[in-house]
């Protein structure tokens, strides 16, 4: 399974702040930057590049850049915590947006929005906190695969067992990134140990 979990001291750090349910929403959004930020150098690890001649100011030399274009598409509204990260290191990302509501009763996902750049020879990134259910995370997969997208990654903070299985069983060539690996859903589909409800506490709502 292409499932990637972040092994960095930092990334540790960071979640159990993020955890912490007396953290307030301020220093929570810079926690989430600081292992979105993380989160966004993994997922590109592997980025195609090509040769570039260019002058440096002594001599001429061929350097590496981005062979194709990136783009990012935060699942609304908690992903749009993790989307200025990837805005901070690629200024020519294309943003795109999937609007999923999760019902609180049946878990199951409602696709309310959907606004996306051309995805056709681009690496495209989904982002969204939490792969809980993992019923959003295939959605926007399926919406992402409809929009033409071919070369797609999912990047979360925290995953559920549960929610990793659901996405690799629809999409299994899907590579999803992640912040740590819980340990499962509880009853009511929140993840355990988790860290709550990333968009009320990112939002203070």
Do not use: W
């Not at 989160?39 to 590496?64: F, H, N, Q, V, Y």
């Not at 993790?82 to 947006?97: E, K, N, R, S, T």
């Not at 982002?127 to 797609?152: F, Y």
């Not at 979360?156 to 999803?176: D, F, L, N, R, T």
């Amino acid at each position: 399974m292409p499932l990637h979990v972040l092994n960095h001291p930092l990334g540790a750090h960071v979640l159990t702040h993020l955890r912490d349910k007396t953290t307030k929403p301020a220093l929570f959004r810079t926690l989430s930057y600081q292992i979105g930020l993380l989160l966004a150098l993994e997922a590109t690890r592997d980025l195609a590049t090509e040769d570039k001649s260019i002058e440096t100011p002594l001599e001429t030399m061929t350097g590496r850049v981005l062979a194709k274009p990136l783009a990012v598409v935060p699942i609304l509204r908690a992903g749009l915590g993790m989307l200025q990260p990837f805005h901070d290191i690629f200024p020519d990302v294309a943003v795109g947006y999937v609007g999923l509501e999760r019902d609180h009763t049946t878990a199951v996902a409602r696709n309310y929005y959907c606004k996306l750049p051309p995805l056709a020879g681009t690496r495209v990134v989904i982002v969204d906190p939490m792969l809980a259910t993992g019923g959003s995370a295939a959605h926007a997969i399926k919406v992402i695969k409809e929009a033409g997208g071919t070369e797609i990654v999912f990047v979360c903070i925290v995953a559920s067992p549960e929610g990793v299985a659901v996405v690799h069983q629809e999409h299994p060539e899907i590579a999803i990134y992640t912040g740590s690996l819980d340990r499962q859903l509880n009853d009511k589909k929140y993840i355990l140990p988790g860290l709550g409800d990333f968009g009320d506490r990112l939002y203070g709502t």
